[in-house]
């Protein structure tokens, strides 16, 4: 019962650590600037006001970092879903010791830190002449994202066993008709998983954004162009807006987050 309570307490901080700085950057962005440019500001709204959202809507800065952002993030899940998922799936079939080799070499290619490879793939990129584009922005971010989401989705298949596909095989279904009609649906959880995971480091990468991009910024290059500047208030509503399609992704997707929904898939 006390090992209860003091779990309870320790959600209850967790819970208040991450929910703090989240709301003060909402209350930036709907304070009037004596309630925020003072010394003892208040901890809630005093003064409202809508003006920082109206010159975010109004500057014309926004459409196009919004749509390169959404563009880049969307086609990035895509086009990683439609190469991983068939890859995934045969280093699951593999024998033990091919899958344990691939799986290992998946995850070799995530020890580099991005901004370390990131200058010499923009090098590359400038003579290809893909900097400042979304096609060179997504193919940088499928260099990172897709070893990661193929080690997602070769766990994802690995829980679907064998004997399913043998069955639709004997049913007379071939092979690709036993991927479609039944080994996907039940590896949709895992993909749906790898997917979301795909979008939100996108949609908030920085590094191969700041390499690549020269005129057309994303909407995380956008919000640290108002940090460089020191406006705190168009800062903050940037960084709401930026947080609004990680919320309602994460609330219609939260669903397939539940710990153990991945093998109850298969089972029954």
Do not use: C
């Not at 952002?69 to 990035?76: E, H, P, W």
């Not at 002449?129 to 997602?152: K, Q, S, Y």
Request: hydrophobic share 50%; charged share 15%.
């Amino acid at each position: 019962m006390r090992g209860r309570w003091l779990a309870y307490l320790v959600l209850v901080i967790f819970t208040f650590v991450m929910i703090v700085p989240v709301y003060i950057m909402v209350k930036v962005s709907l304070s009037a600037p004596q309630d925020v440019m003072t010394q003892h500001p208040p901890y809630w709204i005093e003064n409202f006001t809508w003006e920082h959202w109206s010159r975010m809507f109004e500057s014309g800065n926004l459409w196009e970092p919004l749509r390169k952002s959404l563009t880049v993030a969307t086609l990035t899940t895509l086009l990683g879903v439609v190469a991983a998922a068939p890859a995934s799936y045969v280093i699951s079939r593999m024998g033990r010791k091919w899958k344990y080799t691939f799986v290992l070499g998946l995850l070799f290619t995530r020890m580099f830190p991005d901004v370390g490879i990131a200058l010499p793939i923009a090098v590359n990129f400038i003579k290809w002449n893909l900097v400042d584009t979304d096609l060179g922005l997504i193919l940088a971010h499928l260099i990172p994202n897709l070893p990661f989401l193929a080690w997602i989705l070769v766990g994802t298949f690995e829980t679907i066993p064998r004997d399913l596909e043998q069955a639709a095989y004997i049913d007379g279904a071939s092979r690709l008709e036993a991927l479609r009609k039944v080994v996907f649906p039940l590896a949709a959880p895992g993909i749906a998983v790898g997917a979301l995971f795909v979008w939100l480091n996108s949609w908030n990468e920085f590094t191969y954004a700041l390499y690549l991009t020269v005129s057309e910024r994303t909407l995380p290059l956008q919000t640290y162009y108002f940090i460089n500047r020191g406006d705190w208030f168009q800062s903050a509503s940037y960084s709401v807006l930026i947080t609004i399609p990680v919320v309602i992704i994460t609330f219609f997707l939260q669903r397939y987050l539940k710990a153990g929904y991945l093998s109850g898939a298969v089972k029954g």
